[in-house]
């Protein structure tokens, strides 16, 4: 199956490299484990600029962004909902934990992005 191409505005570029080096904790975690196709095999790429946003880890494969929601997402609900919804409708598929989950419960959230994968792959790549 081909990858669907989803356009993304190019001055987001500089934004997501500002946003890789000033990493949060739990990003900086997460990471370790998603990076260098660790997770399942899945090539995933960490502050990703899709349409006009910016998710905190993406695989195109599956077509899945994975966000952590953490003090910088606070009275932002609304908007994030939004954001959600319209990258939704250009068929990303969204996992999101809490940030003190992933700090503090970093295996359980692995084991949750993992049976994720597992069970919709190859709904996916078929």
Known sequence: M????IPYNP?????ARELRNNST????????LLKGRQMCGFDFHRQKPIDKY???FF???????????????LGKEKYDAY???????????????DDNDVYYKL???IKTIE????????????
């Open 25 to 32: 904790a739990s990003e900086i975690r997460l990471w370790k």
């Open 115 to 126: 049976k994720w994968i597992t069970k919709n792959k190859m709904i996916i790549l078929n």
């Open 59 to 73: 695989c195109s494969e599956l077509m899945l962004a994975i966000e952590i929601d953490g003090i910088s997402h």
């Open 83 to 97: 954001r959600q919804k319209r990258l939704e409708e250009l068929g990303v598929i969204f996992l999101r934990f």
């Open 2 to 5: 081909k990858r669907k191409i």
């Open 107 to 109: 295996p359980e959230v």
């Open 11 to 15: 001055n987001l570029k500089e934004k």
């Open 54 to 56: 910016i998710v905190d």
